[in-house]
């Protein structure tokens, strides 16, 4: 939100987001309303707000521009600007994000990403600005609704994917309402939804109550008795497997994981999008993804009998051979709030930061003696050397060339689609960190989800795996990549059409028109036409700095080594690369997955 800043004393930073003044909202012992949210989240690193403006928040993001605690990122439109958050909730330190959208159109359209974020069990507050009060209760048609008397269509849109969706209704209600509404967002690891109408948001309400200190006040747990009954299994246990799954991200750290993995002993497995262990450790076994990756560290799994599962999920694409049902005999399901055990028994609630740290300092035995021989050797591909000739492009030198681009410490981010795979045969070097959206798999989530990761994690790049379909589907979030002029590293994999469509079902559907990527990515670039009369712009970043990016098409091994030398010689730019793929050229992991999905299709 350049536009908003010079209005309200703030100032732009590097890549034009927008830092606030420190000069706050207090109105004589009283915070307006809109403000005091923000307020109430004092946590080490600044929120990321990203935005798609609208008359129903305008008055909402003149508030929020006033607080220091947050960056401001507007983006193309309300589907990306959930992406977004999704993408920053999950690499931030604050471990949170912050969404503002326009009254029921906005609210719909990002709810999409909302349920995403839902299955992925991430922060996310979703703030609509809407109406006032008054306008809400009468029976006169709206803009923005779908009729005279349906005015709380996103209210009850988003009930089914947030764990509170509510509307300040009163001054008086107000700060008690945002109170119990980001208590829910922390204590459950869900997104929730705030309707702010118009006459509200700049009203001045209440002082509030520290939220973590209230937080603290109402945590009652059972973490002892969960202990307890781990030690127990653990102790009757010949054979245990540590298995990690995705939702670790909202509770652990990677030292914690590893402190407790060296408690164990036992082997450690992950899930594909639970790589949260050191693959150069001694302990680890390789992925989990029953029947299509890794068959000797799917035998040591099923062949133990304890299965300790930190935030695992058993949906049908994360285990598509195995009905865990069946396996609740050996199974300990720990997640962020309950602690299933091998019997049945639920234990809730728990912290499950505060329960491993209580299983680390419990003096449990350590097992080494279970851990199996020889260790198996996925991935394979990556000894593969890249040739320096002109021919074709192929998936196995694309992997050897992402492998030589991904440094330590940066993010990889796969979009749904064979890209799954490709980062499946990628070794993470050391501190680096992965993400894809596995249970809900929305196609085109890792661009804007690219973009929340980089805000996130300003310092180490990111490296997106993303396909031609679910590229065309927000293509538009690379413009605001370059006009924050952040530096990720963008694999377009073009193999003309939905492959993974095609494995499942093929059919004349599943091919897109071919566009020219490269042209697309430095056509965002273009000059205005005009004088754009923005008072609010601080000079013209783009002459000022040159171009913030390079976009190149891989045709041939060749190309590829080019173009990964200009990857590290131009590391401060965004690098956009369009890998030209043979259409029948897809990992041997997406055709059984295709075949497997098919077939439950048909069941």
């Known amino acids: 939100m350049e536009d908003s800043a010079a209005r309200q004393g703030g100032r732009i930073q590097r890549g034009g987001i927008y830092r606030p003044s420190d000069r706050g909202a207090e109105d004589s012992g009283l915070l307006r309303g809109a403000w005091y949210i923000y307020y109430l989240l004092k946590i080490p690193s600044p929120l990321c707000t990203n935005l798609c403006l609208g008359d129903t928040n305008l008055t909402l993001l003149d508030n929020l521009l006033k607080n220091p605690n947050l960056r401001m990122v507007e983006c193309c439109n309300e589907l990306n600007t959930g992406y977004a958050a999704d993408g920053y909730a999950r690499s931030s330190e604050a471990k949170a994000a912050v969404v503002v959208v326009p009254y029921i159109v906005g609210g719909l359209s990002t709810l999409n990403a909302i349920a995403g974020a839902h299955s992925e069990q991430l922060k996310i507050i979703v703030i609509s600005g809407c109406p006032p009060t008054a306008i809400l209760t009468a029976e006169k048609a709206t803009h923005h609704t779908p009729s005279p008397k349906n005015k709380d269509q996103a ?89 990690l799954g995705g939702h670790l991200r909202v509770s652990l750290s990677r030292d914690t994981i590893h402190r407790l993995a060296e408690t164990l ?7 594909p999008d639970g790589r949260w262990m050191s693959e150069s450790h001694e302990q680890y076994w390789g992925p989990f993804w029953p029947s299509l990756l890794n068959a000797e560290g799917e035998k040591v799994v099923m062949s133990s009998d304890l299965w300790i599962c930190l935030g695992v999920s058993w949906s049908d694409l994360h285990s598509p051979s195995i009905d865990f049902k069946n396996e609740k005999h050996r199974l300990l399901d720990l997640q962020y709030d309950r602690a299933g055990l091998p019997n049945g028994k639920i234990i809730e609630p728990i912290k499950l930061s505060d329960l491993v740290l209580a299983l680390i300092n419990s003096g449990m035995r350590s097992k080494t003696e279970s851990l199996p021989h020889p260790k198996p050797s996925h991935p394979a591909c990556i000894q593969t050397e890249i040739k320096n000739t002109e021919d074709p492009l192929t998936m196995i030198s694309l992997f050897r060339g992402i492998q030589t681009m991904l440094k330590e410490q940066c993010t990889l981010i796969a979009d749904t689609g064979d890209t799954w795979f490709a980062a499946s045969h990628i070794k993470l070097p050391h501190g680096a960190d992965f993400q894809m959206q596995l ?151 997406l055709q059984k997955l295709g075949e497997n999905v098919s077939k439950g299709l048909s069941d």
């Not at 036409?529 to 712009?537: E, L």
């Not at 000079?539 to 045709?555: D, T, V």
């Not at 091994?557 to 029948?584: G, H, Q, S, T, Y």
């Open 265 to 271: 002993g036992c082997p450690v497995l992950c899930q």
């Open 155 to 243: 209210l009850h849109a988003f009930q089914g994917v947030t764990a509170a969706s509510v509307r300040i209704e009163s001054v008086q209600s107000a700060a008690d309402v945002i109170d119990d509404t980001i208590v829910k967002c922390i204590q459950q690891s869900l997104p929730v939804y705030i309707e702010l109408p118009n006459d509200l948001a700049d009203a001045p309400c209440r002082f509030p109550v520290p939220l973590y200190r209230q937080i603290e006040a109402e945590e009652r747990n059972k973490n002892n008795e969960a202990v307890e009954a781990i030690t127990d299994l653990w102790n009757s246990s010949h054979r245990p497997v540590l298995l």
């Open 439 to 589: 249970p809900y798999a929305s196609i085109g989530w890792g661009v804007p989800a690219t973009l929340g990761a980089q805000l996130a994690r300003a310092h180490h790049r990111v490296v997106l795996l993303v396909g031609d379909g679910g590229f065309q589907m927000t293509a538009q979030e690379v413009s605001t990549i370059i006009r924050m002029k952040l530096n990720p590293i963008i694999v377009l994999f073009n193999n003309l059409g939905y492959k993974t469509e095609t494995a499942v079902h093929d059919g004349p559907y599943n091919y897109i028109a071919n566009w020219d990527y490269t042209k697309l990515a430095t056509s965002f670039l273009e000059e205005p036409h005009t004088q754009p009369h923005n008072p609010y712009a601080i000079g013209n970043a783009q002459k000022e700095s040159g171009m913030p990016l390079f976009a190149e098409k891989i045709q041939t091994n060749a190309d590829l080594l080019r173009a990964i030398r200009r990857v590290d010689d131009e590391d401060e730019k965004l690098a956009f690369l369009e890998c030209c793929i043979r259409p029948d050229d897809m990992t041997p992991e």
